[in-house]
Nanobody, 126 residues
Framework: QVELQESGGGLALPGGSLRLTCQGS????????LGWFRQAPGKEIEAVSC????????EYVDSVKGRFTITRDNTKNVFSLQMSSLKPEDTATYFC???????????????????WGRGTQVTVSS
C-alpha cells in the first residue's frame, strides 16, 4: 500500500472552485491507478474520477463531467481534483485512493482500491 493524504477542502459558494490534492508517500505511487471518491451524509460512497498510472486515461462520473478535472504529477507523487462550477450537491467528504495497476487503465470501483486517504470535507453553500 501507499500512504495518501488529502488537502484543499473547505467552504465554497455555488459556482465557485476548489482544488483538492492528494500526497502520496513514495515512488511506488507511479504504479498505481488513482481515484477520487466522495460520500455525502447518509449516502453511499460514490466514485467521482480516476486516472491511470501514466495519466493517459481518465474517467468521470456523469454529474461532474465538464466541471471537474483529475491530474497527476508522478515526479511529486501528487494528484489533484480541480473542481469548478461547484453545486450544493457536491457537498461531501472527498477521499483519494489508489490501487496497484498492471494494465495501465483505471476502474471506478471502490472495492478495487486498496489505499485510502482519511478524507477532506467539501461544503458548497450560500
Amino acid at each position: 500500500q501507499v500512504e495518501l493524504q488529502e488537502s484543499g477542502g473547505g467552504l465554497a459558494l455555488p459556482g465557485g472552485s476548489l482544488r483538492l490534492t492528494c500526497q502520496g508517500s513514495s515512488p511506488i505511487f507511479d504504479y498505481h491507478a488513482l481515484g477520487w471518491f466522495r460520500q455525502a451524509p447518509g449516502k453511499e460512497i460514490e466514485a467521482v474520477s480516476c486516472i491511470s498510472k501514466g495519466g493517459g486515461m481518465t474517467e468521470y462520473v456523469d454529474s461532474v463531467k465538464g466541471r471537474f478535472t483529475i491530474t497527476r504529477d508522478n515526479t511529486k507523487n501528487v494528484f489533484s481534483l480541480q473542481m469548478s462550477s461547484l453545486k450544493p450537491e457536491d457537498t461531501a467528504t472527498y477521499f483519494c485512493a489508489a490501487y496497484y495497476n498492471l494494465e495501465g487503465n483505471c476502474v471506478m470501483t471502490p472495492a478495487r482500491f486498496t489505499s485510502w486517504g482519511r478524507g477532506t470535507q467539501v461544503t458548497v453553500s450560500s
